[in-house]
């Protein structure tokens, strides 16, 4: 009996220190609710007070700053694919949906077939990249001097927003310049074999693009130097080639002059030493326009970088 009176007492004691505990935590729980309510409403005032924006902007450039009730548009130019009025290059290489071999591919036909008609479709390629939306006519282009034709297009070329295609973001523009790049490189390199040496695609191309370059429209600048930039890269490679090319001719003409007169293909000396020659012609000629892009281009664009 002493036992059970024990244990009974016992169990009371801890009936009273668990209610004890609820009690306290009910308590706690309604105390801290109280502390909740208190602060979210301090905080949604808050936030009426304030006068945020609808949707926060993103990094980039800063907003043009228009006064309350202005209907007024960020002026700009839109980049809009047409092609009835961009032209065929820049349209399918902004768009890049065509492999950018057969593009080029296509344009060295079109080129072999009327070389002006081809060359006049290439200026207006890079006259568009640049974001400038003139079209140069084949009038002026086959009457005009390229500098008096890059001088109108930059008198009415407007640049208030300061968006061109290689500097533009999104979508539609996100692989336009590793296009306008690898485009560059592959015309001067896929020309190494057929047309780069005729004196005319080359020597008109560059004549227009350090035209660009001169500019004061950095739109202009910026493209055409990188463009020129990308012709260099383009003629290292050739020029590289040619190079290779030369030695091993020159190997194998000292190979037939050691040979006996009797050993000795016919007119095969005669041959490999024409072609030796035409070899390093064209390594001068590659020389000669590297060197001119150089002095006409690069070294008065220090001032682009201060």
């Known amino acids: 009996n002493l036992k059970m009176e024990n244990t009974e007492t016992e169990a009371m004691e801890t009936s009273n220190e668990t209610e004890a505990e609820v009690t306290l935590t009910d ?14 409403s301090g905080i949604e005032e808050k936030s009426m007070e304030k006068q945020t924006p ?4 993103k990094r980039g450039r800063p907003q043009t700053s228009v006064a309350a009730g202005s209907t007024q548009k960020k002026k700009g130019r839109k980049s809009v694919v047409s092609k009835n009025n961009d032209g065929i290059l820049f349209t399918i290489i902004l768009e890049g949906k065509s492999a950018l ?27 568009r990249c640049c974001g400038c939306n003139a079209v140069v006519s084949q009038k002026d282009f086959q009457t005009q001097e390229a500098s008096t034709v890059i001088r109108a297009l930059t008198e009415n070329f407007a640049e208030e ?12 523009h996100k692989k336009f310049k590793s296009n306008f790049i690898e485009f560059v490189e592959r015309l001067i390199s ?21 035209g660009l370059s001169d500019s004061r429209v950095r739109a202009f600048r910026h493209t055409s130097t990188l463009a020129c930039l990308k012709i260099v890269t383009g003629l290292i490679r050739v020029a590289s080639s040619v190079n290779a090319e030369i030695d091993n001719t020159q190997r194998q003409c000292e190979t037939e002059r050691r040979r006996s007169a009797s050993r000795r293909a016919t007119g095969k000396l005669e041959k490999l030493e024409t072609k030796l020659q035409e070899l390093q012609q064209q390594l001068t000629e590659l020389q000669e326009m590297m060197n001119t892009l150089f002095s006409s281009v690069f070294v008065h664009r220090y001032r682009d970088t201060r």
């Open 190 to 210: 896929e020309s190494g074999e057929t047309i780069l040496y005729d004196e005319y695609m080359l020597d008109t191309l560059v004549m227009w693009l350090v």
């Open 101 to 127: 071999q057969s593009v080029l591919s296509d344009w060295l036909s079109r080129y072999q077939c009327n070389p002006e008609e081809a060359m006049l479709e290439l200026i207006q390629y890079f006259v």
């Open 54 to 57: 609808a949707k926060s902007r």
């Open 161 to 172: 927003s300061g968006d061109y295609p290689l500097v533009m973001t999104g979508p539609q």
């Open 27 to 40: 308590t706690t729980v309604t105390s801290l609710d109280q502390t909740i309510t208190a602060d979210t």
